[in-house]
């Protein structure tokens, strides 16, 4: 639209004066332009040295080592080279992207008419009829039941969907830390219930197994929670191979000759874990690859698992049998309540 037919519209809209630009040492020192240039560069530059500090510090930086920081506490060191490298990186893009637009790009001042947002009368009072004349073919204001129930409709329509939002929640609480698990209790294959002897399982042999009673519990609860939170796997090992003795209390290490017992619950999303490698002792997660050592306290040696595979430490009762010497010191299954 022209400037002449913007005028027809109102003659409310008073050309705005174009403010003189002011000239900048850059535009007539070819000396600072190439300065503003060289400053421009440096600071992509610098963002680029950042992308790599931190590709280097993800792939360097192990992720449990700390950094302390006098008054701040202690940091995950990855974490704060990770957040400054990407921080600061996104601060030089910007920095040099706005001092090339205010010294090198051109500042003429430009200006670009509005013209009025208001329909002419005429086109105003045909969308009225319009609306009118639609409202009463639709039957819509003629019908006050079939109106009512359709604004009734559509109040409760979003009430299921806000409904599933509860399945986002309430945060487990203690209860992934509560497993049927007790002193004494036996360790009892799935599915049949038999009790096992260590010398049952073949060295380098691994079966699935739960709490003695599993079953009846089920049946009395009517639900899976405690089969989901309370199933495990036995693995033999050479006692020779098992790297670390789990011996938090300083008694008898958690393992009985060599049969190690660990939750079944994979620690990043819950996932049941039962693909084992005999030759590394790992045990692998089918669902996002988390591997972990069984011979070295379950510990993460791949994939998102943010935490070890919880371990049960076990003996044997007088029958021979093995039996858990304790519940699990911490919680099984995913670990996203640690981050809440
Ligand atoms: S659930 Fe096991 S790796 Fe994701």
């Known amino acids: 639209m022209s400037q002449i037919e913007n005028q027809e519209h109102s003659s409310e809209y008073a050309p705005v004066p174009i ?9 007539v020192s070819p000396k600072q332009a190439k300065y503003q240039q060289r400053l421009i560069s440096l600071l992509f530059g610098l963002s680029m040295l950042c992308a790599v500090i931190f590709v280097v510090a993800y792939v360097q930086i192990p992720i449990d080592e700390t950094v302390s920081i006098p008054f701040l506490g202690t940091w995950s060191k990855m974490n704060t080279i990770l957040g400054l490298s990407f921080g600061l990186g996104s601060f030089f893009i910007g920095a040099g992207v706005i001092q090339w637009a205010k010294q090198l790009m051109s ?25 009118q004349q639609g409202a009463q073919e639709s039957t819509f204001a003629t019908q006050p039941i079939l109106r009512r129930s ?13 409904m599933l939002l509860r399945d986002l929640g309430p945060l487990p609480g203690d209860k992934l830390f509560n497993t049927m698990w007790r002193p004494g209790m036996r360790v009892v294959m799935d599915v049949t219930s038999a009790p096992i002897r260590p010398s049952d399982i073949p060295i380098g042999g691994i079966v699935s197994a739960m709490p003695d009673g599993l079953p009846e ?29 789990q011996n938090p209390e300083g008694e008898a290490s958690w393992d009985y000759e060599g049969v190690l017992c660990f939750s079944k619950i994979c620690p990043h999303v819950g996932c049941p874990i039962a693909l084992y ?14 591997t972990f050592d069984l011979a070295d306290s379950g510990r993460v040696v791949f994939g998102p698992a943010a935490r070890d595979l919880p371990q049960l430490p076990i003996t044997v009762d007088k029958d021979g049998y093995i039996i858990a010497r304790n519940g699990f010191a911490e919680p099984v299954g995913p670990s996203f309540w640690e981050r809440a």
């Open 19 to 27: 403010p003189h630009s002011e000239v900048r040492r850059s535009d």
């Open 277 to 290: 490698e005999q030759r590394t002792h790992h045990l692998l997660c089918p669902c996002h690859q988390s």
């Open 217 to 245: 519990v089920q049946e009395h609860d009517g639900n899976l929670n405690e089969r989901a939170k309370s199933v495990v796997l036995l693995v033999r090992l050479n006692p020779d191979d098992i790297v670390s003795q």
């Open 107 to 131: 500042h003429r001042e430009m200006v670009q008419d509005r013209h009025p947002l208001r329909s002419p009368d005429d086109a105003r009072e045909d969308a009225i009829a319009q609306f």
């Open 150 to 162: 359709l604004i009734g409709a559509m109040a409760l329509f979003p009430i299921p969907l806000v």
